[in-house]
């Protein structure tokens, strides 16, 4: 069965400081993959998504995301956090031609001033 | 990209009663919406998947008969959580495909709290 695996649940980092949030997957094909932000009560943002082509993609926000078809992995980063960043960001595939989202656990950022 | 509106934002109803979620395509035509369901700190699961002219297909574990869904036009789905329990508690968001995008758009979310 498919799977989204965030290994971390919480993540704490400095502001101003780099990030980098992991993602992998478990699927026999290739999915189209995503990463959405969510503040608290609040809905889904889209951060950034891949389908397919350069496997580095750049999001909203200073974020962005690298595929790596051979770890079954798309770990987003951020070369400086903002304090505002602090949110849980969810990780999320979909296999080709669906439309439904498997979405990870989730990982909650904390931010220090 | 499409988007996707879902009313209430929030909704608290008593131990017993029915309440009803609305999720509309704005600007585009759904043939498909899915909801979702999102426990306090946990992660979205899919629920169903709701076909405009035909029966939702539920997830495994989803109790059919608790999770009314309706998808009578291209523009809306509806969710209704009947003789609903503090338990169903959640948050429940819903997303639509557009046919002329390889992704699916979400809307904003209902919280839903059972006192």
């Known amino acids: 069965a498919q799977s989204v695996t965030q290994p971390d649940i919480h993540i704490t980092v400095s502001e101003g400081a780099s990030l980098e949030l992991r993602c992998n997957y478990s699927?026999?094909?290739?999915?189209?993959l995503f990463w959405y932000v969510q503040s608290p009560g609040q809905g889904l943002q889209l951060l950034l998504k891949?389908?397919?082509?350069?496997?580095l993609v750049q999001g909203i926000k200073g974020f962005e995301a690298e595929f790596k078809r051979s770890q079954s992995s798309f770990n987003l980063r951020k070369p400086s956090v903002h304090w505002s960043d602090a949110a849980e960001y969810f990780c999320?595939?979909?296999?080709?031609?669906?439309?439904?989202?498997?979405f990870g656990t989730g990982t909650r950022l904390k931010v220090l001033a | 990209g499409a988007v996707v509106s879902q009313h209430p934002s929030w909704v608290i109803c008593k131990s017993g009663t029915s309440v009803k979620i609305e999720c509309r395509s704005l600007?585009?035509?759904?043939?498909?919406m899915f909801w979702y369901r999102q426990f306090p700190k946990q992660s979205l699961m899919l629920m169903a998947t709701?076909?405009?002219?035909?029966?939702?297909?539920?997830e495994q574990g989803v109790e059919k008969d608790k999770f009314l869904i309706n998808h009578a036009s291209l523009t809306l789905s509806t969710l209704t959580v009947t003789s609903a329990h503090p338990e169903d508690s959640s948050f429940y968001i819903c997303?639509?495909?557009?046919?002329?995008?390889?992704?699916?758009?979400f809307g904003q979310g209902t919280r839903l709290t059972v006192v």
């Open positions: 997303s639509a495909r557009d046919p002329g995008y390889t992704e699916a758009f």
């Open positions: 699927y026999g094909a290739t999915p189209y």
């Open positions: 891949y389908f397919s082509g350069d496997t």
């Open positions: 999320a595939v979909v296999p080709s031609g669906t439309y439904k989202y498997i």
């Open positions: 600007d585009f035509q759904a043939t498909t």
């Open positions: 709701s076909n405009e002219g035909s029966k939702a297909t539920y």
